[in-house]
């Protein structure tokens, strides 16, 4: 009897495949799914994951389903294209790899920015470099009175640390604990540039110290516990040399008020902390509950806040001031009076500064990038020279008084800088835009600045320029008809380095932010929120209560 077709085997036909694996390979197209062929090959092409196998054939991407390989137009001696695909898990480890490495060096490149535009700015502020901003940074004491420094080098290394540790300040309230420790990394780099003596009287390195701790303690890194105690310890002994012992010169400072207590609060608690750690709970039960008396007498009363609230004063200054003045409503409300008339005295400060600051920059830069010194040109107008011929005379002979007033009394030095301003004065309209454009058109750049003393508008000077190219024109014809006399030598000066001068390069967007963070309250620092610390002295109380009950 024939057989029936369905007792044949089915037929087999060869496929031709390339890419992970190459080689041949025979199925019967009309039994074999994208699944079957896609295990064969992983197989034959070392055992890897069918799932990271991609089959392609005829310009398409065989897809799993239950359709055959007949079904999905495969064809005897059909070529198929095998691509191995990397790992998920691989993939996804590589990319967070990368970026990991990116934010390592964003951060890096983040904190380069910081050091660099704290420095550009502590020099420029301490040394009465050229004016690059709308603002002045000083240094003032708890009273608000302006510092005077013996060095240069001391006010600008101070002046770096402060503006370093205020923004690892502005860090450590966002949280950002990590990225606050190597802010105050560079602060500490920085204070350490100043004169110790005179760092020794201030307690800006004993808070430092402090907020290093607490970052420790915020971000529990235990591996931290031994050097936390030698920052601690020196937090504490800084204090002494600068509070004076149980801070009495502080508490003269700040008119008899403990605005110290939410510092030794928080100093307390962490010296509790590692005492804890290192298992010293005698120690570590004195120095909590210590804090924890503070953290009571920080507390506001509703009633108080209540009062001073209804006086029309705002809840977070309220606040302030009851904490700062032991929870007394009147001494709250005298404090607040004496601070609102400091804001008000700065304010007024700030304004008048501002203007001097706008006026500097019209009188120009000396050959070393310095402005003319105000205090100076206060002084020698005082005698009765006019204000812009002292500003000059100043900026020509760096700020040295002697000097600036031998060319204002000498009659011919005199006359020689009065033509000099006037010449300044008629090529106003050539800006330096125009200059910029000649120079770039061939023209010397210091020939340009000469010839334009003798032309008033971008035109004439292009002329004049002209001609120098094909003349040598004597000192007279320079000057022509009207010539100013001669400028002595020592009244000469590069105008580079007053109209378009140096050009400083800055970061102005890193340096405004830190700008920004420079407050002016001398107060910023003893006045701490202090909820987070509460919490953390109860747990602490808790974790000793059981290990003394367990004992």
């Not at 990271?52 to 310009?59: F, S, W």
């Not at 058109?441 to 004049?464: H, K, P, W």
């Not at 190219?469 to 014809?477: A, L």
């Amino acid at each position: 009897m024939e057989s029936s077709s369905s007792d044949h085997p089915p037929a087999m036909a060869k496929l031709k495949i390339a890419g992970a694996w190459s080689g041949a390979v025979e199925f019967a197209l009309d039994s074999t799914t994208v699944q079957m062929l896609r295990a064969e090959v992983a197989r034959r092409s070392g055992g890897s994951d069918p799932a990271r196998i991609n089959l392609i054939c005829g310009g398409k991407v065989l897809k799993d389903g239950e359709s055959t390989l007949l079904q999905l137009g495969v064809k005897n001696n059909g070529k198929v294209l095998a691509t191995l695909v990397a790992d998920a898990s691989k993939v996804k480890a590589i990319d967070e790899e990368a970026k990991k490495v990116q934010k390592e060096e964003d951060h890096a490149k983040k904190l380069t920015r910081i050091r660099e535009a704290a420095k550009s700015m502590a020099q420029r502020h301490s040394d009465g470099s050229f004016p690059l901003d709308d603002y002045n940074i000083e240094l003032e004491d708890q009273n608000g009175e302006k510092i005077k420094f013996g060095s240069e080098s001391d006010r600008r290394a101070l002046m770096m640390g402060l503006m370093l540790h205020a923004n690892a300040k502005c860090l450590i309230k966002r949280e950002s604990y990590k990225d606050a420790l190597d802010v105050l990394t560079m602060a500490e780099e920085a204070f350490s540039l100043c004169d110790q003596k005179f760092v020794e009287l201030i307690d800006n390195v004993p808070i430092l110290q402090l907020d290093t701790v607490w970052c420790y303690f915020m971000t529990r890194d235990i591996s931290c516990l031994t050097v936390a105690g030698q920052r601690l310890a020196s937090a504490r002994l800084g204090f002494e040399k600068s509070h004076g012992k149980d801070s009495n010169r502080f508490r003269v400072l700040q008119s008899g008020r403990n605005a110290q207590l939410a510092l030794y609060l928080r100093l307390e608690l962490l010296e509790g902390v590692v005492a804890y750690h290192n298992g010293n709970l005698e120690e570590a039960r004195k120095s909590l509950s210590s804090a924890q008396a503070k953290y009571m007498q920080l507390q506001v009363p509703d009633e108080a806040l209540c009062i001073l609230m209804g006086m029309g004063y705002k809840e977070r200054a309220a606040k302030q001031a009851l904490r700062l003045t032991g929870q007394d409503v009147q001494s709250a409300v005298d404090f607040l009076v004496q601070e609102k008339d400091k804001k008000d005295r700065r304010r007024e400060e700030n304004l008048k500064r501002r203007d001097e600051i706008m006026e500097q920059k019209k009188y120009g830069r000396t050959a070393s990038n310095k402005a003319v010194d105000m205090e100076r040109l206060n002084e020698l107008a005082s005698i009765g020279f006019e204000r812009y011929l002292v500003a000059e005379a100043l900026r020509m002979s760096e700020n040295d008084t002697e000097q600036a007033l031998d060319i204002l009394t000498d009659p011919d030095k005199n006359c020689a800088l009065q033509s000099k301003m006037e010449s300044r004065r008629k090529r106003k309209s050539i800006t330096t835009a125009d200059i910029d454009q000649l120079a770039s058109m061939g023209y010397d750049r210091a020939t340009i600045l000469n010839t334009s003393v003798n032309a008033q508008t971008r035109e004439e000077l292009l002329n004049l320029l002209s001609q120098t190219e094909t003349e040598t024109p004597t000192p007279t014809e320079q000057g022509g008809p009207s010539s100013a006399p001669p400028v002595p030598a020592e009244l000469e000066m590069s105008e580079a380095a007053t109209e378009d001068g140096l050009e400083i390069e800055r970061d102005a967007e890193m340096e405004d932010e830190l700008a920004s963070e420079l407050r002016g309250d001398a107060l910023e620092d003893y006045d701490l929120d202090v909820a987070k610390e509460g919490e953390a002295i109860c747990e602490y109380l808790s974790l000793m209560d059981s290990v003394e009950s367990s004992v």
